[in-house]
């Protein structure tokens, strides 16, 4: 009975490898944390919390009575600005900033970055990064797709308040169906 238990538990662990996929690995990206549970419910949010490189159409499976208008999975994967108040960078016009990706497996898509108002969900600069043939599954991923720099924009005071605006980074695979996004709050 027991090596059946940790027989099952060995093929779980191996499915959520193969369902781990990407993130922003710096800066520090938007969590999964309370307010997340309350917009999305207890379900999505065992799921997310478990697997933070998992794609939207997987979340979306978890859609329940317990999900609110406010799980917003195609805006930072539905992370809530509440989770991560204490994780606000700040940047100036002209500033560069790096960027770090952790793909732990590879999709064929294409990918970007650009700063979304989070109260409209629409880009308001960019894309400041643009990969095209992003995370290829048919040869290595070059070095700049995982490791780059963006120049962040004047943003005329658009973004002074804390959570109104992200860095997005957006990965689409489109032959699969899977799309990915990681979040960094930020003001100027
Ligand atoms: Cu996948």
């Known amino acids: 009975m027991f090596t059946k238990i940790a027989a099952l538990l060995t093929a ?3 499915i959520g ?9 710096s ?13 999305c419910g207890l379900q999505m949010y065992q799921v997310v919390s478990s697997d ?16 609110t208008a406010a799980c917003t999975l195609y805006l930072c994967r539905g992370m809530q600005f509440a989770d991560n108040s204490g994780n606000v960078q700040h940047y100036t016009a002209g500033q560069s900033v790096p960027i770090s990706i952790d793909i732990r497996a590879p999709h064929t898509g294409v990918a970007n970055v650009s ?25 290595t991923i070059p070095a700049n797709q995982t490791s780059f720099s963006i120049t962040i924009p004047s943003l005329g005071g658009a973004c002074s308040t804390a959570g109104k605006c992200v860095i997005q980074w957006w990965w689409d695979a489109r032959p699969i169906d899977q799309t990915y ?6 003001t100027q």
Do not use: K, W
């Open 12 to 14: 779980l662990s191996a």
């Open 17 to 25: 490898m193969a369902q781990a996929h990407g993130v922003i690995a």
């Open 27 to 39: 800066p520090p990206r938007r969590q999964p944390g309370s307010a997340f549970q309350s917009a």
């Open 52 to 67: 933070q490189y998992g794609n939207q159409q997987g979340a979306e499976q978890n859609i329940n009575s317990e999900t």
């Open 115 to 139: 700063i979304v108002d989070t109260t409209t969900n629409s880009v308001i600069a960019g894309p400041l990064y643009n990969i095209l043939d992003a995370y290829s599954t048919s040869h």
């Open 181 to 186: 996004m990681s979040c960094v709050d930020f």
